[in-house]
Structure formats: C-alpha cells, structure tokens
C-alpha cells in the first residue's frame, strides 16, 4: 500500500472518530448493533467511500466496492443462517410444548376430545358409558348417582344399575334438548342443573387428581368443596377451576361468547388470551359476570346481580335492565319456541321484572307485553314479537 494511502485511511479514522464523540452518547452505528468484524470493516470502507469518492482513482474505488460486497455478503450470509437456527428452534419448543400437552391429557380430555356429536330428540336422554341410552320424557327430570356411582336414580321412580371396574373409568352423558331441563346430582354429591339444549359429560365416579366434567350449553354448577381433589369445568372456549362454590355458566356451541357468573366462592378461569405462551388465567368474586370472546380473544368482567342469571334453575327468570332480545333469546330456549322481533330496535330496548317460566311461553310473553306495549302473533308455530 502507497504512503500516500496509509495517509488516507489513516485521515479517514480521525475524522470518524471526531464525528462519534461529536454526536455524544445518542450515537449509535452499526457495530454497536452488530458487534461482528465484518460489519466493522464494512461500515469504515463506507465511511471511507463517500467521503473521498471524488478524490479517489477509479482503480481504488473499484476495490473499496469489492471489499464491501465481501462484507456484506459474509454479514447476510451469517445473519440468514442465524435466522433459521432461531426458526428452527421455534419451531422445535413449540413442537415439543405441543406433545407435551398431548401427552399430559387426562383419559377424560381425550374422550371429550373425540366426542361425537349427538341427534337432536324431544327427549333427555342418559348415556350410560356411552353404550346404555336412557330416555327421560318429563320436562323437569332429576337424575342422582350413588357415592360409588354404580347405580343412577331417575326422578326417584327408576333406579339403573352400572357396571364399574377398576380398570377403567365409565364416562357418562346427558343430552338435554330445547324445552327441557334436569337436576343432576354427581357421585361427589355436587350438584348440576342444565338447562335447555345443553350437554354435559362426566364420569360415574372421580377416581383422578382432578373432577372434570365437560359442558356444552348453560349449566349452574353447586360444587361439593375438597381441596385435595379441585373440580374443573371444561368447555369449547375456556376452563374453570373450583374447589367448592356456585356459579353459572353459558357455552353455546354456537354462539361467540362463555359466560361465567359466580355467585359464591372463587374460581379461576383459563383460556386463550394474549399470552405468548400458554394460557391467560383469571380469578373472579363473587358477583362478578366474566364474558369470553373467543374469536378476538378478549375476557371483560363486570358486576351483576347473579339471580339475573342463577334464577332458571328455580323455576323463574330475573331480569333487571336487559334487553329484550336477550331476554326472549332465554324464553325460546327454555320453551324450545320460535322468537322472532319484527323491529330490530325494537330488541335493545330493556325489560325488568319476574317471568315465572313455570307457566307457558304465551302467558310469560303476555307478562312482557303488558309492560312493553308490544304485539305477539303466532303464526304457524312462529312467535312473532312487534310494536303495537
């Protein structure tokens, strides 16, 4: 190299230099945010470059630019390969996370897992480890198991023996369809109403770490307390865990929303939030309504009066300030009736008071009309709500 050259690079770094300490501490250049030798020589070259590139003979600019490809490319090469190795272990944790959990269900979750969906009847129906189907006519029926849980009564007029092994734990279902409801008493002594057009799975008797059931619809749950052995409440859209409380619980398979009241104790719900890894979890208090998108994945919480939304399981709606959409939504499925509002304003307008659901579906929307100055028309079959 010429002496004339040494001169050079060496003017070139003094000049760098005075333009760091210059700019002080908020200075940052490449080598402070990829500290490699390759992007050193590349950003000094640069420097090199666009300073004196008027000064330069064409045969030291050629060679400035070839030495800086060669940096570049080493820094892209190294960079691209680092990239991969990161996706690659990605990919590799969130495999293995993913087995892990597959690995770590219980028999009960990969029974409910492969589920098959049920047909629709007018009648309850008991399934007795998925082999044994029982049908229940009355509107209100009653099913009760044994603390063995090898024998169910059914409305107190009908026992059913079960055959249990130690071998193998029987999981039970009841299918509960529109118009109907049952009060189900669990061998752990917790007790379960569903109402309309709801499912709920679970074994004859717990035999595990966990009690887990499985619900599809709404359900007001009375959990017998033990600490030792929590309870947990599985559905589409999130999980709730409890070691003895009461709490409702609405998780239609077709609608968007999981709803959880609590009327005593606490419970913690999980389900997908905005955790990177795992689940979001919550707890709530008593008198706390907890709504679930499931689609934007959002949890928002407020405070209700629980008999809003507790009340069905005694034979009456309470309804404070709600909109009548919602509230004939309630009424359509506890009736299995067709509900139609002519008017869609006309459904976010707000109702309070008591509808006794123990009369017929004509005589609770008349309770409605008389306060809402609304029309109701039946026509084949459909009940059709207006403004009069």
Do not use: C
Not at 278 to 296: F, H, R, W
Not at 379 to 385: D, G, H, K, P, S
């Amino acid at each position: 190299m010429s002496r004339k050259k040494q001169d050079r690079e060496k003017l070139i770094a003094k000049e760098g230099d005075a333009e760091r300490r210059k700019a002080g501490p908020a200075y940052l250049s490449g080598a402070d945010i990829f500290p490699t030798d390759e992007f050193n020589d590349a950003e000094s070259l640069l420097s090199s470059l666009s300073k004196f590139r008027n000064d330069l003979p064409e045969e030291e600019k050629r060679l400035l630019g070839s030495q800086i490809n060669q940096s570049i490319y080493k820094y892209q090469k190294q960079r691209r390969w680092g990239k991969l190795g990161i996706a690659a272990s990605i990919l590799l944790i969130v495999g293995f996370a993913a087995t892990l959990q597959i690995l770590q269900m219980s028999d009960f979750r990969v029974y409910v897992k492969n589920i098959a969906p049920v047909e629709k009847s007018a009648s309850t129906r008991l399934f007795l480890s998925g082999e044994q189907e029982i049908v229940i006519d009355t509107e209100e029926s009653k099913i009760e198991y044994t603390q063995a849980g090898d024998q169910v009564k059914i409305d107190a007029v009908q026992a059913v023996d079960q055959q249990l092994t130690d071998k193998k734990m029987a999981f039970n279902t009841v299918v509960v369809p529109y118009g109907k409801r049952t009060m189900l008493l669990l061998s752990d002594s917790s007790r379960v109403w569903l109402n309309s057009g709801s499912r709920l799975v679970y074994p004859a008797r717990f035999e595990t770490a966990k009690r887990e059931v499985y619900l599809e619809g709404e359900a007001v749950f009375e959990v017998s307390h033990n600490p030792a052995q929590p309870f947990h409440v599985i559905t589409q859209n999130l999980e709730v865990k409890v070691l003895g409380t009461v709490f409702n619980l609405t998780a239609y398979t077709d609608e968007q929303t999981t709803q959880t009241v609590l009327e005593s104790g606490s419970v913690e719900l999980e389900f997908d939030g905005d955790e990177f890894w795992g689940k979001s979890q919550t707890v709530i208090e008593p008198g706390t309504l907890a709504v679930y998108d499931s689609q934007n994945k959002l949890m928002e919480q407020k405070q209700v009066n629980t008999k809003s939304y507790t009340s069905w399981r005694e034979g009456f709606l309470f309804v404070e300030h709600q909109p009548l959409k919602d509230i004939l939504r309630k009424v359509a499925r506890y009736y299995n009736a067709d509900i139609q509002i002519k008017e869609r304003d006309l459904g976010n307008e707000t109702f309070s008071g008591y509808l006794d659901l123990r009369s017929s579906v004509d005589q609770v929307l008349e309770v409605i009309a008389e306060f809402m100055a609304i029309k109701v028309e039946t026509n084949n079959e459909q009940i059709m709500i207006s403004r009069i």
